[in-house]
T-cell receptor, first 114, second 110 residues
Framework: EAAVTQSPRNKVAVTGGKVTLSCNQT?????MYWYRQDTGHGLRLIHY???????EKGDIPDGYKASRPSQENFSLILELATPSQTSVYFC?????????????FGSGTRLTVL | QQKVQQSPESLTVSEGAMASLNCTFS??????FRWYRQHSGKGLEVLVS????GEKEEGRFTAHLNRASLHVSLHIREPQPSDSAVYLC??????????FGSGTKVIVLP
């Protein structure tokens, strides 16, 4: 069974603090993604990666950095957290395109920035 | 930027009645569309992936794609209370990243 594990499950941070969200996949997928989910917006793509060492900007990258040190791990970094970044964050892995079927999602990290 | 408009925002149906959800997208450049389900507090579960015009069935879930009208729909046959969830359509774009609709909250009454 393909697996994507996110940590932590919940995080409370203070404005201006640094936050790192971690994601690990055991699927050997090349592509990994970070999304945030907010009421009324669905899921929006923040950053993605094609493989170890690569990071690309998604639709809403401002205020976020990403790091892909290995095939398995993809981190999302908030250098200076703001209350507007309070959200639920989802990591996903997959090798989509053509008839490839599935993007596997983690169970989410709920971040609250006070 | 690609946009996906999803409707209705919420839908209440009785157990056993057909449920129909809709998405329209801003352009016809994508080839791949997917429907996901998200139970409260959980991650996303893929239901149907559709890559060509027409119909694709996965169990009680059927997706219809019409690229000419920029429209993809999902029909849930004989919905059950356990199908109560938020349903999200998604369009695959550059680098296989998905652009999601804002979701339809489906409530199935017993």
């Amino acid at each position: 069974e393909a697996a994507v594990t996110q940590s932590p499950r919940n995080k409370v941070a203070v404005t201006g603090g640094k936050v790192t969200l971690s994601c690990n996949q055991t699927n050997n997928h090349n592509n990994m993604y970070w999304y945030r989910q907010d009421t009324g917006h669905g899921l929006r793509l923040i950053h993605y990666s094609y493989g170890a060492g690569s990071t690309e900007k998604g639709d809403i990258p401002d205020g976020y950095k990403a790091s892909r040190p290995s095939q398995e791990n993809f981190s999302l970094i908030l250098e200076l957290a703001t209350p507007s970044q309070t959200s639920v964050y989802f990591c996903a892995s997959g090798d989509l395109g053509g008839s490839a079927e599935t993007l596997y999602f983690g169970s989410g990290t709920r971040l609250t920035v006070l | 930027q690609q946009k996906v408009q999803q409707s209705p925002e919420s839908l209440t149906v009785s157990e056993g009645a057909m449920a129909s959800l809709n998405c329209t997208f801003s352009d016809g450049t994508s080839d791949n569309f997917r429907w996901y389900r998200q139970h409260s507090g959980k991650g996303l579960e893929v239901l149907v992936s559709i890559f060509s015009d027409g119909e694709k069935e996965e169990g009680r879930f059927t997706a219809h794609l019409n690229r000419a009208s920029l429209h993809v729909s999902l029909h849930i046959r004989e919905p059950q209370p356990s199908d109560s969830a938020v349903y999200l359509c998604a369009m695959e774009g550059f680098a296989s990243a998905l652009t999601f609709g804002s979701g339809t909250k489906v409530i199935v009454l017993p």
